[in-house]
Structures are given as C-alpha cells and as structure tokens.
C-alpha cells in the first residue's frame, strides 16, 4: 500500500469566504458554517454562510461588470485567452485542487486526479477556443433589406451546482459563461464549497476582471432561493433534484428568467445476451458504483437478458466483492464515503425498500466500519419495474438488475420513467443497437460503453431529467440570446 502522506491528507484550505467583486469578505450576518471530511466526519473549517444580502452584493457586482465592465464587449479572442489562463493555473495546481476535492467530497484520490480535475482542464479549454467563435447569421427575408442576427451574452447568471463533482459542474457552469461573455453569481453546495472558492481565486490571478465571477457558499433555502429571486439575475443554471427544480421553476416565473437544468435519473443500462459479456460486466459496475453511485446519470437499472441473467449476476458479486472501499487519500481505494449523513441514511432506508419489496441482496447492503459515510457496495436481484430501488434515484452504490426477454420489452420498460437522462446498451449486433438509441428518451445513450463524457458532447434531460443542455456548441447557446438586426438597403 502506497505511503500517505500528512500534505495529500490535508491540502492548505484558503479560501473559505464569499467572493464578490473582486474581494473575499465574510457574510454580511458574521455566520459561518462547517464543511466536514465525509470518510472521518471531522470537520475540515468554517465557511462563510452567504444569505440574501450577500446575493444582492454579489449580484450587483455581477451586473456592474455585465453593464459597465470590458468583459462581455472585449475582443472575444482576448476573453478567451483568459478562460486558457484560469485552465493552466488549475493544471499547475492540479495535485492540491485534487486533494480539496477529495477532502471535502470523500471521493476517492484517484478518481480526483484522473477524472474530475482532468476534465475541469479540458472543459475550460474547449469552451476557451469557442470564445471567438460566437457568430451569428444573415438572412434573406423579404424585401430590400439587410438581415442578420447576433448571439450576445444572457447577462448575469446566477449558478446552483450539487455536491457529487464540485470542481467539475464549476467548470461546467463557468465555461460556456464566461465564453459567451457573461458574468457569473455561483453558489456551490453546502456539502462542498472549497473547490469552487479555490477556483475562484485562480480565475481572479488569471486576470479574469473583478465581478465577472461572484461565489457565495451557503444553503439552497436561502442563499439559492435569493439568487433565483433576483431580478438583476438574467439566467439560472441548476444541476441538483428535480423537486429543487421545480421551486427554483416557480419562483424564477416571476422575473421571466432563462433556465437550464441539469437533473436525476434512473438509467436503463441494458445488456443483451450477444453482448461481450467481460466488457459488459465492467461496464455496467463502473455505471454503477463511480463515484460512489453519487452520479445523475448512473446505470441504475440494470436490465440483463433472461439467456445471460445468472452469469451476469455472479460476475457483478465478485466484482463488487473485490471492490476496494475506504479511505479516500488512498490511491488504491475505489469507493469512499458518500458525502454525507443525509445521503447515507437515504441510501440504508433504500436498502431496507429493497428487502421489503421482495428484492434479493445479492452482495453488501450494510454500513462499513463505524466512521464515515461509507456503504458496502450493494447488488439487488430479482428486482421489478414496480419496486421502489427500481423507480426512485437512490444516489448510492445500490445496483438494481432486472430480468428481459427481448428487445421490444426493453425498450418500453426502459421509457417507463418519468426520467430521461442517460441509457446504455451492450450488444454486438449493430442494429440492435442503434435501435435501441433511437428509441429510448434519453438526452444520451452509450453503446457498448458508459460514462463517456467529452466537453464537446451535449449532456442533458429528456422529461423530468432536464431543461436545456450543457456542454458542445448546444451549451453554449444556452448563454447567449439571439438577437435580429433588419437594416433597411434603401
Ligand atoms: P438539492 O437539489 O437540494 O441541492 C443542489 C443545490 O441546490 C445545492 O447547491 C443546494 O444548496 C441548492 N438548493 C437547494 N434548495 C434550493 C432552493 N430552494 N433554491 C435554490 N437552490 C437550492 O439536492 P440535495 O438535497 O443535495 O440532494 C438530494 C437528492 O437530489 C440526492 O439524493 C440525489 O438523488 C439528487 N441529486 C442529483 C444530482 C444530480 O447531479 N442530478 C446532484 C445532487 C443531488
Ligand atoms: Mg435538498
């Protein structure tokens, strides 16, 4: 086992205040709340509780940037070698980022060097290169006129992110963003502010202008809700629980302001029988179980057909019972705690619905150790459409299988949801395949693959799984407005 030592354990935490316009102050109400390290339930430090009078600061810097400041009308190919900047302080400071996120999220060392700050990098590069490239059209409408459009930014954007990728949904939000060339008011998750903070300061030694990026940690009932509320906020971007959504959806009514969500699921992930069963198998445990199954799109529902049910479900065991569960700072551990006490007693209530409903435990279902968050990565059997470890998001390493017989079913059963986020289906028959694509209503499907995600992609929601989309050219266009200019030739 690989040495530990005292510095990855504990990065330097430095910044743990609101930032807005540029400076790092505390809540205007003096409070403060702890942010714990979920594998040891200590607490890591005290973080500023933002509330509405800080919004209403934040926004006001956001909107003198927007209004009077040179981001959104610089050249954009100056806006975007600063998005470039911010990406190569993170890489320079990669390793400690890792360890805030790891500290703070319990995820396991390993995924937060080789994915999350990965692909926070590349996601803040891809959108950098789009800065200079926002066009708009001309059109031939009728008459002796001149017509074209313009994409211009939304304006100020108030930003709400969950706590399963902190770094990642930060750089999600703030890339397309700032490209477009709009300011930004961010609240990270309660769970995991620091992340987010740390990004903020190396956007601010980039030289990304004071006021284009405003964080203000604290909680979604009152710091959140003042974001949503305002109305110099032009734009929200969420990603957390639909039933959130929907608040943030009625309230965001009043002021007529865009929205984009980013929400739950309960993917299918499907494999047939001619399927290359070794890729399958590992496919469908990474599906599940990355990231401590704390994933929007995580392969939920695990649909095996009837020929190859047994053998599925006796290599998925072994696996998870190989599965390496623990302290997160160790580079060898593959699942650490789920983030807190809150998602760790859903999950066991989860379990006991399993057993309830007449679902088999297959492999884990219990606690592991007596500290931290940690749940034994669990297999349920035997599991029908109507059970509740099959219809609900569970957000935990809970793995459902479910028996087919053939393609026409799966479809039908995979659409059974008011979700739609991701699906997945393994097979070596090509049509089949792209059938199945084409038929199940989800924003993405994966053949032969999961989990692949790319900055280039568009990820989103079909029904209740989303509004909009985030990544690839379709995210961006979700920040800016599209405005007609007809010129008379005359
Ligand atoms: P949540 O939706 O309550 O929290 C996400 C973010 O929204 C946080 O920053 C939170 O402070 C904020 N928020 C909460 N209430 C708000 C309000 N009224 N107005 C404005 N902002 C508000 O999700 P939570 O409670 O952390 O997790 C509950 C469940 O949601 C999980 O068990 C999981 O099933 C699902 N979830 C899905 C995620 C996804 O990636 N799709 C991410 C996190 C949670
Ligand atoms: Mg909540």
Redesign the pocket.
């Known amino acids: 086992m690989a040495t530990i030592t005292e510095t990855v354990r504990r990065p330097q935490v430095r910044q743990t205040q609101c930032f807005i316009g540029g400076k790092w102050i505390p809540a205007a109400s003096g409070k403060t709340f702890e942010t714990i390290h979920p594998a040891t339930e200590e607490v890591i430090c005290e973080v500023a509780e933002g509330d509405k009078e800080d919004v209403d600061a934040a926004v006001d810097a956001a909107r003198e940037a927007f209004d009077h400041g040179e981001w959104s009308k610089m050249d954009a190919r100056d806006r975007g070698a600063l998005i470039h900047k911010l990406a190569d302080l993170i890489e320079e400071e990669k390793d400690e980022l890792a360890a805030i996120e790891t500290l703070d999220n319990g995820k396991p060392i390993s995924d937060s060097r080789n994915a999350d700050i990965p692909l926070v990098i590349d996601c803040l590069r891809y959108y950098a290169g789009w800065a200079d490239k926002i066009e708009g059209r001309t059109i031939p409408i009728r008459g002796n006129y001149f017509c074209y459009t313009r994409r211009e930014p939304i304006g100020v954007v108030g930003q709400?992110?969950?706590?399963?990728?902190p770094a990642l949904m930060t750089a999600w939000k703030w890339g397309p963003a700032l490209a477009a060339g709009c300011t930004i008011v961010m609240?990270?998750?309660?769970?995991t502010p620091l992340s987010c903070l740390r990004m903020a300061r190396l956007a601010q030694k980039a030289g990304i202008p004071d006021g284009v990026i405003n964080v203000v940690p604290?909680?979604?009932?009152t710091?959140?809700?003042a974001?949503?509320k305002h109305p110099g906020v032009d734009k929200i971007a969420?990603?957390?629980?639909?039933?959130?959504?929907k608040?943030?959806q009625r309230?965001a009514a009043e002021t007529m302001k865009r929205l984009t969500f980013?929400?739950?699921?309960k993917s299918p992930n499907v494999i047939f029988a001619d399927a290359d069963l070794d890729a399958a198998i590992e496919g469908a445990h990474f599906a599940l179980y990355f990231n401590q199954g704390?994933?929007?799109c995580a392969g939920s529902r695990l649909f095996v057909e009837e020929r190859v049910h047994d053998e599925v479900v006796d290599r998925l065991r072994e696996r998870n019972l190989d599965r390496k569960v623990g302290d997160p700072f160790d580079p060898e551990t593959q699942q650490g705690p789920q983030v807190d006490e809150?998602?760790f007693d859903?999950i066991l209530k989860y379990v006991e619905y399993g057993k309830k409903d007449g679902a088999k435990i297959v492999s884990g279902g219990k606690r592991v150790g007596d500290k931290g968050y940690f749940v034994e990565p669990t297999l349920f059997s035997g599991v029908t459409d109507d059970m509740r470890i099959a219809k609900d998001?569970?957000?935990g390493p809970v793995l459902s299988v479910l028996k087919f017989k053939n393609v026409d079913e799966i479809v039908k059963r995979s659409n059974a949801t008011n979700f739609g986020?991701a699906a997945a289906v393994w097979t070596r028959d090509v049509a089949k395949a792209h059938r199945y694509a084409a038929n199940v209503r989800a924003g993405t499907v994966w053949i032969n693959c999961y989990d692949v995600f790319d900055a280039a992609a568009p990820f989103g929601g079909f029904k209740q799984s989303g509004l909009g989309r985030e990544l690839g050219e379709a995210g961006l266009a979700n920040y800016t407005e599209l405005k007609t200019v007809t010129v008379s030739m005359t």
Not at 160 to 165: E, S
Not at 187 to 191: G, H, R, T, V
Not at 218 to 221: A, D, F, R, V
Not at 238 to 245: I, R, S, V
């Open positions: 709400i992110i969950p706590w399963n990728f609240k990270p998750a309660e769970q604290g909680y979604g009932p710091a959140g809700a974001i949503v969420f990603t957390g629980e639909g039933a959130t959504a608040i943030i309230e980013e929400l739950g699921g704390q994933c929007c809150a998602q859903k998001e569970i957000f986020l």
